[in-house]
């Protein structure tokens, strides 16, 4: 992370620990993607500012990050929405001042002497490991918080980000090919959730999954 100072470092964690945290506020389809959008793009930034030597096969693991996180992944869930007239899923199991109340609980226990060992793995002084737990956290509490299929494969993939996050602040080293590896993995996972999710929606007429009694053959 030599490419960036600390000031920096420290927006773009809370660029994606916001997003993650906002994804929960947001009532509309459009909104809830653009926001993922944002998270992608300051990771990609992170991922950028992480690379010490570029190689080909690092640049392709990079393209193809920036490509299925800010570009391809959208595409698919703007043309579900589309296609099927969803409307993203406010519904969820806790309130949105009980939501709320846990998301600060969380970030209170990033910051407990619970985790204070997490400082350890980063730069002393700096909150930025705290703010990516925080975010994997956050995105997980969604992810089995809304009742919306489209809403829990946005937690998830905002969880996905916050374990990015964390390993780049962390300074753990991620091969190219690993990295291009996960990515094909994200892009092959978006692509069967949105095909899933169409085959039931067509079944069920909604994607709410407290309105799925049971399934028929």
Do not use: C
Request: net charge positive.
């Amino acid at each position: 992370m030599a490419h960036f100072n600390s000031q920096t470092l420290l927006v773009f964690a809370t660029i994606i620990f916001a997003a993650s945290v906002f994804l929960h506020l947001t009532k509309k389809n459009t909104s809830a993607i653009r926001l993922y959008i944002v998270q992608s793009a300051a990771i990609a930034a992170l991922l950028l500012a992480s690379v010490e030597e570029f190689s080909p096969l690092l640049i392709v693991a990079i393209a193809a990050t920036v490509a299925v996180k800010i570009f391809i992944a959208p595409y698919f869930f703007v043309n579900l929405t589309r296609r099927l007239d969803l409307k993203f899923s406010a519904s969820t199991y806790m309130n949105t001042p009980m939501t709320l109340l846990v998301i600060a609980g969380l970030l209170a226990l990033t910051q407990s002497d619970f985790f204070a060992p997490l400082s350890s793995l980063g730069r002393p002084g700096d909150r930025l490991l705290q703010l990516a737990f925080g975010t994997i956290l956050i995105s997980f509490l969604l992810s089995i918080n809304r009742k919306g299929a489209l809403s829990q494969i946005l937690g998830i993939l905002s969880l996905e980000n916050g374990i990015v996050a964390f390993a780049l602040f962390a300074g753990l080293e991620q091969s190219p090919g690993f990295q291009l590896g996960i990515t094909f993995n994200i892009l092959i996972w978006v692509v069967i959730a949105t095909v899933f999710a169409s085959m039931i929606f067509r079944k069920f007429g909604t994607l709410d999954v407290t309105r799925m009694r049971k399934l028929k053959d």
